[in-house]
């Protein structure tokens, strides 16, 4: 089993940035496709991006403003955020799956941590 633990989530003027961090353990995880959903109040959780062998998705949304990167070192995920505007505002999730395709569908995944919280004000 894998199991991820995010953080560095808080609240953030627009235009500003954050950093999340997602912690793995539990088995082999280099090899996982990663990556990062999000989930405001009243919407499904969104594809945010991917992370495998050399191929990162981002959703449109994101693209330009936000970077995801690991350290398979460490065996951490990064999800750099950049220029945030409001409509960032969302719990964050780290998720993973074993299967090595990048999905965007949520269900495609297999572990998920428990989420950290991101409110951008205006």
């Known amino acids: 089993q894998v199991q991820l633990v995010e953080s560095g989530g808080g609240l953030v003027q627009a235009g500003g940035s954050l950093r999340l961090s997602c912690a793995a353990s539990?088995?082999?995880?280099?090899?996982?496709?990663v990556g990062w959903f999000r989930q405001a109040p009243g919407k499904e959780r969104e594809f945010v991006s991917g992370?495998?062998?050399?191929?990162?998705l981002y959703a449109h949304s994101v693209e330009g403003r936000f970077t995801i990167s690991r350290d398979n070192a460490k065996n951490p995920v990064y999800l750099q955020m950049n220029s945030l505007k409001p409509e960032d505002t969302a719990v964050y999730y780290c998720?993973?799956?074993?299967?090595?395709?990048?999905?965007?569908?949520?269900?495609?995944?297999?572990?998920w941590g428990q989420g950290t919280q991101v409110t951008v004000s205006s």
């Open positions: 992370l495998s062998e050399g191929i990162t």
């Open positions: 539990g088995r082999t995880f280099s090899s996982y496709v």
């Open positions: 998720t993973a799956r074993q299967i090595p395709q990048l999905n965007r569908n949520p269900n495609a995944y297999d572990y």
